[in-house]
């Protein structure tokens, strides 16, 4: 059974901008974005957590919001100003918060991923 799925990919000019959904039975309220440039090794590029706490990658700060819907749970990552380095595949992923003695909170290790997205950013 197919988890999570990305859409909202393709190819725009460098500038653009672009909005990246994921949605599915494996979406939770902790959840990441990640991406595999061409030739390199997967990165991550943002995360929000079940506070709705966010954190982003220092290449792409200012520049990608995380969202993320409360009713549905489907995930979001909007794109401003893309670059040519931003082209990718871009991935989703989650994870159940996990509870201890200070209550629910994300360790950031993601069991669950989709089968990602192609961004291309042309100069």
């Known amino acids: 059974q197919v988890e999570l799925v990305e859409s909202g990919g393709g190819s725009v000019q460098s500038g653009g901008s672009l909005t990246l959904s994921c949605a599915g039975p494996g979406t939770r309220s902790c959840m990441g974005w990640f991406r595999q440039p061409p030739g390199k090794e997967r990165e991550a590029v943002a995360s929000?957590?079940?506070?709705?706490?966010?954190n982003y990658a220092e290449s792409v700060k200012g520049r990608f919001t995380i969202s993320q819907d409360n009713a549905d749970r489907t995930l979001f990552l909007q794109m401003n100003n893309l670059r040519p380095e931003d082209t990718a595949m871009y991935y989703c992923?989650?994870?159940?918060?996990?509870?201890?003695?200070?209550?629910?909170?994300?360790?950031?290790?993601?069991?669950?991923w989709g089968q990602g997205t192609q961004v291309a950013v042309s100069s």
């Open positions: 929000i957590d079940f506070d709705r706490r966010t």
């Open positions: 992923a989650s994870e159940t918060p996990s509870y201890g003695s200070g209550g629910y909170y994300c360790r950031h290790e993601y069991a669950r």
